[in-house]
């Protein structure tokens, strides 16, 4: 008697690639990317090539998103440290032969001309989820300074560049990790608090602190104006304040409803500045308006609850924080963005996801989201 083992068919084999994704996620991705889309060909359309350019990277952010959602998050977990040693050691040769351009020394020539901080904004999470996981059951505060010290070491290499920006994102991943892992609120409340006071200061005293002539300690010049002119755009409103100034008249501008698709004067007469990089939440307001933003807020909000459930459901505890961690990562790029473009917050050249053009971004994005469909497919095999 002869056995008979049926091939494979060819789904059969591929399936398991294609399965296990968190549909609520892709979802929310895919709307977002078509939002991006239609505001990258109103902005951009007369801008070069910058709307199929954003097309091209939004599918290599897809791709990278589809192959890193295959590696298992104990595969991830194994790339920490080497990740993060690659990128500390990147920021240091920036420093040394870094390509300097617009008076900041950001970028690197390896053949092509790279952004290693942007590494950072991944390896940074990733290195501390990967600490906790190794601590897992004997924390102590000893093991939360080691933390600190990992994190501020590439931010100090990266505020030296400057680019405040980057190191606030950085900050901001590395903090969150901290928090989930168990950083006490007795720890996190006094810088808060600080912060407060310093900027109800900075509000009551601001024709003192912004006159000509006085510096501020800690702080580069160019940073003190950036402030000065968030508190008062119209100080300089044909200079320093002039971004934040179109930015807010052209928000005003879409009303409720938006003028409409492609009719943007604004945008199209070339008043706001940057309109297809870090200023592109104002075209998008413009022609979208208040309803537009609501619906965008909506889907970004749904964005980050849709990571920290994945990191409620997470097995591991390098799971659960790296989930957590993503998720913040887009909360504060998207919270960053609009409050800028809005004139609540300094101008830090942050983009907006999905929306705003920039090649590095975008991979980080897809980076950031593979890692994210990775967890939750692994918790998808766990309860299986």
């Known amino acids: ?27 929310v991705i895919f709307l977002l990317a078509c939002a991006g889309l239609m505001v990258m060909y109103s902005s951009g359309y007369d801008h070069g090539s ?9 599918l290599i952010a897809g791709f990278i ?10 595969r991830l977990m194994a790339l920490a440290v080497p990740l993060y040693v690659v990128g500390v050691t990147l920021l240091i040769a920036v420093a040394v032969f870094g390509v300097t351009k617009k008076g900041a020394r950001r970028w690197l020539n390896v053949g092509v001309v790279i952004q290693p901080s942007e590494i950072l904004k991944i390896a940074m999470p990733l290195m501390l989820a990967w600490w906790f996981q190794k601590r897992e059951g004997q924390l102590r505060a000893l093991d939360f300074l080691v933390a600190g010290v990992l994190l501020m070491l590439p931010i100090g290499l990266i505020m030296k ?33 600080l912060g407060l006071v310093g900027m109800t200061l900075l509000v009551v005293f601001e024709p003192e602190l912004c006159a000509d002539g006085v510096s501020w300690p800690l702080l580069r010049d160019y940073q003190q104006q950036r402030i000065c002119t968030l508190l008062d755009p119209t100080r300089d409103p044909l200079g320093k304040g002039f971004h934040i100034i179109q930015g807010m008249i052209a928000i005003g501008s879409g009303g409720f409803w938006g003028k409409g698709f492609m009719q943007g004067t604004q945008t199209h007469l070339e008043f ?7 200023f592109i939440f104002a075209a998008f307001s413009e022609e979208f308006g208040l309803f537009g933003n609501l619906l965008l807020i909506v889907a970004f909000i749904f964005l980050v609850l849709r990571a920290l459930a994945i990191a409620l459901e997470a097995p591991t505890v390098f ?21 800028m473009v809005s ?26 989201l593979g890692i994210l469909m990775s967890i939750a497919k692994s918790k998808r095999l766990v309860q299986s």
């Open 1 to 27: 008697m002869s056995l008979v083992f049926e091939r494979p068919s060819l789904w059969h084999r591929l399936s398991p690639w294609f399965t296990g994704f968190d549909g609520p996620l892709a979802f």
């Open 272 to 278: 706001i500045p940057e309109r297809t990089t870090d």
């Open 343 to 368: 004139g609540i917050l300094p101008v830090v050249g942050v983009p907006l996801p999905f929306i705003s053009y920039g090649g590095t971004a975008m991979v980080t994005l897809g980076l950031s």
């Open 161 to 193: 560049q400057p680019d405040l920006g980057t190191a606030l994102l950085v900050l901001a991943a590395g903090l969150s990790v901290m928090f989930f892992a168990g950083l006490s609120w007795k720890l996190v409340a006094p810088p808060l608090l």
């Open 319 to 339: 799971s659960r924080l790296l989930a957590a961690a993503v998720g913040m990562i887009f909360f504060c790029y998207a919270f960053v963005n609009m409050g």
């Open 50 to 58: 910058r709307f199929e350019d954003h097309g091209r990277n939004m």
């Open 65 to 74: 998103l589809f192959v890193v959602a295959q590696i298992p998050p104990q």
